[in-house]
């Protein structure tokens, strides 16, 4: 939508400054909102970080997948998800504890996570195994059903847990209901603005340099769908609201293939693509790769050395599907 107007550079380049003014305002806003209508509510920050701001952060790759099965690019429907949660779980939850270390929670550690990693399996499960009822190689709509099926049972679980949880004690005066609303509303379009305005800024300057549509698909739109997630992970965490931080990541992650991907799947059959193997791995190994660093620690946290930890993976992860792509 903004591209007409990126013929001159001084319009790209305030594009990307407001574009991340609004990123940073619009995760402060929906971190506050968040935070203060679970108080409302009388639930945890967990709670609504793998809810209401995980859905709202998981915006993009819903909208994303949703035009793509409607014009038949599957291969963006799957690639979308799949590299989004790699980068949700490497890149924005090792920068937010590079920012501070982050606390899970211990029902995180035993259900959440967990369900991450089953994610990752059933998808490889599903797109790289052709069952007999089935005549081709990828995602069908029984196993989408599947899929939204886990998610339903995901949400059951989260509403039951609101409803035993006692959130800690604070004494910090919550925001009116209707302010809490109108903070995470605002938040959450400032946040898909802002990420939109990056998205389409930086696209254009790497094709002015010439760089391949592949290596933008794989960098600049796959970051670019996550934007929100990262903000709103690397606010919270600099705020020291641990489980908005992990929370937001975890719920985004279990939104983007048990809802996204499966209601995609119902739409229409995904196909495999090339080199899915590779990124399929790399989901369900990030997801793994957290679990480990909070069991190992006491304090169930993911320490500073942690997160550099999961960037580091994750950029050789990048650079190995750079050279080989």
């Known amino acids: 939508m903004f591209l007409s107007c990126f013929s001159n550079p001084i319009v790209l380049g305030l594009f990307l400054v407001v574009g991340f003014a609004l990123l940073v305002k619009g995760a402060d806003w929906l971190v506050d909102g968040a935070s203060s209508f679970a108080k ?30 409607a014009d038949g690019a599957t291969d963006l429907a799957i690639t979308n998800i799949l590299g989004s949660n790699s980068i949700n779980t490497l890149v924005i939850l090792g920068c937010s504890a590079l920012v501070y270390p982050v606390v899970a929670q211990r029902d995180t550690i035993r259900i959440d996570i967990p369900l991450n990693i089953l994610a990752g399996v059933m998808v490889a499960a599903f797109v790289l195994v052709t069952m007999p009822f089935e005549t081709f190689k990828g995602l069908s709509r029984i196993e989408g059903m599947t899929l939204l099926t886990i998610f339903a049972a995901f949400l059951i679980h989260t509403v039951r847990t609101a409803k035993q949880d006692v959130p800690a004690q604070d004494n910090t005066a919550a925001l009116p209901l209707w302010k809490c609303m109108l903070l995470v509303l605002l938040g959450l379009v400032c946040l898909v603005a802002g990420g939109e305005m990056i998205v389409k800024s930086a696209t254009t300057v790497a094709r002015r340099f010439g760089v391949a549509e592949s290596v933008i698909g794989l960098t600049v739109v796959a970051l670019g769908t996550s934007l929100p997630e990262l903000a709103t992970s690397v606010v919270a965490a600099f705020k020291r609201n641990s489980d908005i931080a992990i929370g937001n990541v975890v719920g985004s992650n279990i939104f983007n293939v048990f809802f996204i991907l499966g209601t995609s799947a119902l739409i229409k059959p995904l196909p495999v693509y090339q080199n899915i193997e590779t ?47």
């Open 279 to 325: 990124d399929i791995f790399l989901t369900a190994f990030s997801a793994a790769l957290v679990w480990l660093l909070l069991i190992i620690n006491k304090k169930r946290t993911i320490t500073r050395f942690g997160g550099a930890v999961m960037l580091i993976v994750y950029a050789a992860y990048l650079t190995y599907r750079l050279i080989t792509n």
């Open 40 to 69: 409302q509510l009388g639930v945890t920050d967990l709670v609504i970080g793998l809810t209401v701001v995980a859905f709202g952060t998981s915006m993009p790759e819903f909208v994303v997948n949703m035009v793509s099965v």
